[in-house]
DNA sequence: CGCTATGTTGATCCATATCAATAAGTGTGG
DNA sequence: CCACACTTATTGATATGGATCAACATAGCG
């Protein structure tokens, strides 16, 4: 693994407070490899034989069951990913798919998982972390089951207008099949569920997002700290 | 808290490896209570003062927005709930209510984050614990947006059969309008749902399910182990 | 340029929610 | 122990959100 990707990855939260030397045995085994669109970087179901790090470009988790697939994350850089497989050496529940052009480091999960073992304060920072994205997908959940698929989108594109800062211009940085898929529904449902806020003074044209009413937006939408917050 | 209680929690997976010391210093500052059914023992967007610990009873945990509500899941001894809030000193992100009378140990969520600080095995221990815990969770995301209501009733109906060591007979263990919340449906709609899988040999009689086809109720669900299995 | 994938729109269908009425439990107090 | 109230479960009728199917438009892209 190149020295020059060291400082990103040594500034993520979760290696941010581990031993000097901890880290090197990690990125000693670690490999960092350039993928082209659309690749398959793993399947759901086999072991989990490396951590993932992407460090830049992006990357879809999807699962699939019996012909059918949903969305269920697009990581951004830089983070981590599929960090409880590893740590519990269980199967990966989700696929993962490269959607541009992205850089990735590798580190072996038995590495991860003697580090964790050896260095406390990386394990400290994997529970933190491992906090943080079990409330993420709690939040995810609340938001399917308690919203409509309108009121999902209306929230949606409130949590990315605020984080662009509150911009009430803004392109949606990913295609609206996948923001379907991810939202859970049909593109043709998504389609038309834009349209649906039009009233509510939303207006798309590509993937250019407008807010002409954020107090009727909001109104609407409902937004919730217990659902859209990112962090807490 | 009564140390005939210590058993009991000392023997989670949690607690098993602590530090005796560590494990004085949680029991000493918390205390064991007996609650009555319907009793809403944490609301969600309250601190986290508390880590809980149900030693008797049963607790669901659910979830509100804009006056609709869900059940996210429920409970059962021994085992701890609202882990990750009480690890992130973060508001809960669920609600939760005993279902029957029940023995509750809570630890001031103070308490568990300096010992997690000072108790190494103890860290470790909440990594395996969490990391579990978030991977139900997307098994539980999976279930709901790539099966209809009547697939996920099925497969719920397979899990419950295999908790109870594969009987072909069982009794439902919770009422049918919070089975039905938590899988996503209406009490009518599961009633329906449940019509519905006679054809493939499900006769319900009040709580009582008997499976009289396995393998047409197998071949319908298409049970995964990616989605259904409890641990991995 | 076409070619192919993505997005939109319309028509229709289906799963599930909602509304309403009834039945069946369950618990409480007389 | 029964009558009453109250909650839960079932069933039917209907409404609706969202899926599906089909046609067409559009936009990237080799």
Redesign the pocket.
């Known amino acids: 693994m190149p020295e020059s990707d060291y400082p990103d990855i040594r500034g993520l939260h979760l290696f941010k407070d581990m031993a000097d030397e901890h880290f090197l045995s990690l990125t000693r085994g670690a490999y960092v490899q350039n993928f082209p669109p659309q690749i398959e970087l793993i399947t759901e179901g086999d072991p989990s034989d490396f951590l993932h790090i992407l460090l830049s470009g992006s990357v879809d988790l999807f699962s699939t069951w019996n012909g059918r697939e949903t969305s269920m994350a697009t990581v951004r850089p830089i983070s981590t990913f599929i960090l409880a497989a590893t740590i519990r050496d269980a199967p990966y529940l989700m696929s993962a798919r490269t959607l541009e052009k992205s850089r990735i480091a590798l580190i072996p999960s038995q590495d991860v998982r003697s580090v964790f073992d050896g260095d406390n304060s990386f394990a400290r920072a994997i529970v933190t972390e491992l906090a943080q994205c079990y409330r993420s997908v709690v939040k995810n959940t609340k938001d399917l089951k308690l919203r409509?698929?309108?009121e999902r989108l209306a929230n949606y594109i409130l949590r990315q207008q605020n984080r662009r800062g509150g911009a009430s211009e803004f392109d949606l940085d990913f295609?609206?099949?996948?923001l379907?898929s991810f939202l859970?529904?049909?593109?043709?449902?998504?389609?038309?569920?834009?349209?649906g806020l039009q009233p509510y003074g939303v207006t798309?044209n590509?993937?250019r997002i407008s807010i002409d009413n954020q107090k009727d937006l909001e109104r609407f939408a409902k937004p919730s700290p217990l659902i859209d917050d990112v962090s807490t």
Do not use: D, I, W, Y
């Not at 295609?175 to 996948?178: D, M, Q, S, T």
């Open positions: 409509t698929s309108l295609e609206k099949r996948r379907a859970g529904m049909t593109p043709e449902n998504l389609s038309r569920a834009f349209k798309v590509g993937n």
